[in-house]
C-alpha cells in the first residue's frame, strides 16, 4: 500500500479520512445548499446527512452515494449503459486505462459503475485541478478516488509537477495494484476527433527507470472508448468552438465548466458504450519502438492507442447521419432509417435553438461532432489495410 506523504496534494483520500471529510462537506454551505437543491424533500436530507455521518471509508460512500446516483442518471437520462472488452482483464490485475473523453464526470463515473457491477475493483480517476474550483467539489472528487492533475501552473512549476503525476501513476499501478482512469489528452472532444496526445505518454515515461519497451509494459495500459448516441452537452461544445473562432483568446470560466457538468449528467445521452481493447503488450510496444528519436516513437504510441479507439468506438445511426449529411451524400443509407434520420434531425435543430450564434456555422460544427468517429474510423481502416 502506497502510504508516502509525498502525494498528499493530489493522492485520492484514504479511509481513515473519510470521517473528516463527511464532516468537512456536512459544515460547507455551499454544499448544504447543493442538497437542497438535488434532495427538496427534507426528510430525504436528512436521511443522507445521517448516513454521511455514519461512513467510515471510501468502499461505503461510493456504494451508499455514487452507485445509487449514477443509477438514478442512467434511469432518467439514457436508454441503457452496455460494456464489452472485460473479458481482456482480469480482476487481480491492475491496469492503465487511456481513454477518448467526451463528458467531464460521466466518462469515468459510469466507468466505475460498471466495475462496481462486475465485481472489479473501482478505478483511481484523473481530474484536472481547474474544475476543483470549490472545497466540497475537490472533497467529493478525492473521496471518490480522484487524484489530482495540476492545471494552469506556472511553467517553472510544470517539470515538477508532471514528474511527481508521473511517479504517482507508476506506483499507484505496479506497487498499490490499484487501476487508474486517466483521458488520451486535456480537455474533452468537442469536435469529435479523438486524439492522444504525445505529451500524454511523454509525463507517463518521466517515471520509467527501464528501456522504452519494459516501461510502458509495466504499466499494463488499455485503451477505452465511450460512445455516447447523443453527444452530452453538445450545444455547450458548439457554442465553445464558435466562441474559439471569432475570438482566439477565449478563455471558458469556472462557471462554465461547472454548467458543463451539470448539463451532462442532466440531459439525454441516449444508449451509452463503454469498449475495452486489448493490452498492450511487449510486441506492440517492440513494433513502435524500433526507429527513430523518443518524440517519434511516442508519437507513433499515441496514434497505435489512436486506432485502438476508434476501432472500439460504438458508431450509432446518428454518426451515419450525421456524415451522410455533413458530406452531402448517401454513402451509409444503409445504416439507418428514415425515422432515426428525422428523429436526428429534430435532435438537432432542438439543441442548436440554444446555440445563440450563427445557425449556419453551428449546423457544420454540429454535424462535424457526430460525423468524425465515421471519418475516424474510415481512415483507421486504411491504414491497416496498407
Avoid at 471510501?58 to 442512467?74: D, G, H, S, T
Wanted: include cysteine; aromatic fraction near 10%; glycine fraction near 4%.
Amino acid at each position: 500500500m502506497l502510504v508516502s506523504n509525498e502525494y498528499d496534494e493530489i493522492r485520492p483520500y484514504r479511509d481513515e479520512e473519510v470521517p473528516e471529510v463527511m464532516a468537512r462537506l456536512l459544515a460547507d454551505p455551499v454544499f448544504e445548499r447543493v442538497l437542497n437543491n438535488l434532495f427538496v424533500n427534507e426528510a430525504k436530507i436528512h436521511e443522507i446527512r445521517e448516513a454521511m455521518l455514519q461512513t467510515r471509508d471510501v468502499e461505503a460512500f461510493q456504494r451508499r452515494f455514487m452507485v445509487p446516483f449514477l443509477e438514478n442518471i442512467l434511469k432518467s437520462s439514457t436508454q441503457g449503459l452496455t460494456i464489452g472488452g472485460l473479458e481482456h482483464l482480469e480482476k487481480d490485475q491492475s491496469y492503465l486505462f487511456i481513454s477518448n473523453h467526451r463528458d467531464i464526470v460521466l466518462d469515468s463515473a459510469l466507468l466505475n459503475v460498471e466495475m462496481y457491477k462486475f465485481g472489479y475493483t473501482t478505478t483511481e480517476i484523473a481530474i484536472g485541478s481547474n474544475l476543483l474550483v470549490y472545497q466540497w467539489i475537490e472533497d467529493l472528487s478525492r473521496i471518490n478516488r480522484s487524484f489530482i492533475v495540476k492545471r494552469n501552473i506556472p511553467v517553472r512549476q510544470m517539470l515538477g509537477a508532471s514528474k511527481l503525476l508521473s511517479s504517482y501513476i507508476r506506483q499507484t499501478i505496479i506497487n498499490n495494484g490499484n487501476s487508474i482512469w486517466i483521458a488520451q489528452r486535456e480537455g474533452r472532444s468537442k469536435d469529435g476527433f479523438d486524439q492522444t496526445s504525445p505529451a500524454l505518454l511523454k509525463m507517463l515515461n518521466m517515471s520509467n527507470k527501464q528501456k522504452f519497451v519494459r516501461g510502458f509494459q509495466e504499466l499494463r495500459i488499455v485503451p477505452m472508448a465511450i460512445s455516447y448516441e447523443i453527444e452530452p452537452c453538445g450545444n455547450e461544445k458548439v457554442a465553445e468552438l464558435l466562441k474559439r473562432q471569432a475570438d482566439p483568446c477565449f478563455q471558458k470560466t469556472e462557471k462554465d465548466d461547472l454548467l458543463s457538468m451539470v448539463s451532462g449528467l442532466k440531459n439525454q445521452k441516449g444508449r451509452i458504450q463503454i469498449q475495452f481493447g486489448k493490452p498492450i503488450g511487449r510486441s506492440a510496444l517492440k513494433g513502435l519502438s524500433k526507429e527513430g528519436t523518443i518524440n517519434d516513437r511516442l508519437k507513433r504510441f499515441a496514434e497505435y492507442i489512436d486506432n485502438q479507439i476508434y476501432k472500439n468506438y460504438q458508431l450509432y445511426p446518428n454518426n451515419y447521419i450525421a456524415y451522410d449529411l455533413y458530406y452531402n451524400c448517401n454513402k451509409y443509407v444503409d445504416q439507418y432509417t428514415t425515422e432515426e434520420q428525422r428523429l436526428f434531425i429534430e435532435l438537432t435543430h432542438q439543441r442548436l435553438k440554444l446555440v445563440n450564434e450563427d445557425r449556419e456555422e453551428a449546423m457544420e460544427l454540429w454535424l462535424k461532432m457526430y460525423s468524425t468517429p465515421v471519418f475516424s474510423f474510415e481512415n483507421c481502416c486504411q491504414e491497416s489495410q496498407k
